[in-house]
């Protein structure tokens, strides 16, 4: 079977992605630098699969040891590359970090892919990149945003680089996703999501406010546009989004055309409130939350779901988990890894 190279394979959506890989037979090798991340996750995805996949720990930014790993593994067909910075709040603190860490890897990633005789690429996008779309749900036609943070500048950034190896280099064929929301974790509670610190996504700071690490929930805004004022998301479970990556490696891999480049938007195609989410997880979990309306975030746009026709058409990819399971298993490795 196919020996697939996943960066980042120890983060949150990168050991999700390993597990479906290794599921469908695929040989994964992880690079990962545990900057976010931690060696634990590896026994876990074993656990699951049983199979342990290479892994490799290093910097994406060193250049050198990027060129030394293709060097021994000259027999990669495919590259997941979820490695890369993702706070948003963060990327406004540290814009030349986020560029430095989300740019100069990807280069290196694809200067090597360049050189390989044939490979398929699959690069992390999200639905960042259309900001607050004029029309909803989002089809991939949409206009592309100024970006409203570095971290969502990477992405464009990315895409379009992304995009230019593939018209250039013809060997290079290669699939942007689009995530909208990701949640949840594997239903086996063996890998989830590890925030580190203060979670900045609303639903590992709601299961940490249920157990207790904080003390409530501040939902930020409701007097947006929406059906209760609160935000609107387009929420996938993680596994879901997974599955994606596999489809579309899958596609890229079958696909005869000479060259190929792609975009998808990954979601569920359903919008749901930040309120919705509260009391889905009130139910899921029989507590009750406690959280209090705040001021809006700056930056969070009202509504963003996605119109997911293309990759149900294109892919043949649809997601099938319900949100009720998606925040039930964030629910159960919330308690696990507190129990731990
Ligand atoms: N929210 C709260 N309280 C919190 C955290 C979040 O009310 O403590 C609200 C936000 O205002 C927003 C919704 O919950 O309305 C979802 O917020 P998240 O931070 O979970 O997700 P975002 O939609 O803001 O961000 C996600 C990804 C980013 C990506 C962005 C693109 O995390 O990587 O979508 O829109 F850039």
């Known amino acids: 079977m196919a020996k697939i190279l996943v960066t980042g394979g120890l983060g949150f959506i990168g050991s999700h992605s390993v597990v479906e890989l290794q599921n469908e037979g695929f040989e994964v090798s992880i690079i990962d ?9 590896l026994d876990g995805i074993s656990k699951i699969t049983g199979k342990v996949p290479n892994f490799h720990q290093f910097d994406l930014k060193d250049k050198s040891k990027v060129q030394t790993f293709f060097k021994a593994n000259q027999d990669i067909k495919g590259i997941v590359h979820f490695a890369a910075s993702k706070a948003v709040g963060d990327s406004v603190k ?23 005789e044939q ?10 990149v259309y900001g607050q779309a004029d029309i909803l749900p989002i089809t991939e036609t949409a206009p592309i945003q100024t970006a409203s943070s570095p971290y969502g500048s990477t992405k464009q950034i990315g895409e379009t680089i992304t995009r230019d190896t593939c018209e250039r280099h013809t060997n290079v064929k290669a699939i942007a996703l689009r995530y909208f929301n990701p949640i949840g974790a594997h239903k086996s509670a063996y890998i989830g999501e590890l925030p580190i610190g203060t979670p900045q996504n609303l639903v590992p700071f709601i299961t940490q406010t249920a157990i207790g690490i904080q003390k409530e929930l501040a939902v930020f805004g409701n007097d947006y546009p929406t059906a209760d004022g609160t935000c ?10 997974a599955k994606a990556h596999v489809t579309a490696l899958q596609h890229l891999l079958n696909s005869k055309q000479s060259s190929h480049y792609d975009v998808f938007n990954i979601g569920t195609g359903q919008g749901r409130s930040v309120l919705e989410i509260i009391t889905t ?9 406690p959280y209090t309306i705040v001021n809006r975030r700056s930056g969070d746009v009202a509504s963003a779901y996605a119109d997911t026709t293309k990759a149900n058409t294109k892919l043949g990819w649809t997601a099938t988990l319900p949100l009720h399971d998606a925040i039930q298993s964030a629910w159960k490795w919330q308690q696990k890894i507190v129990n731990k």
């Open 33 to 41: 630098d545990l900057s976010n991340s931690s060696l634990s996750v």
């Open 232 to 241: 609107v998301r387009d929420y996938i479970h993680v596994v879901d989004l």
């Open 94 to 116: 540290q814009p030349l970090a986020y560029y430095e860490n989300n740019v100069n890897p990807l280069i290196y990633l694809l200067q090597e892919a360049a050189r390989l």
């Open 281 to 289: 997880f009130e139910n899921v979990s029989n507590k009750t939350l």
């Open 119 to 128: 490979v398929s690429f699959i690069f992390s996008s999200s639905c960042t």
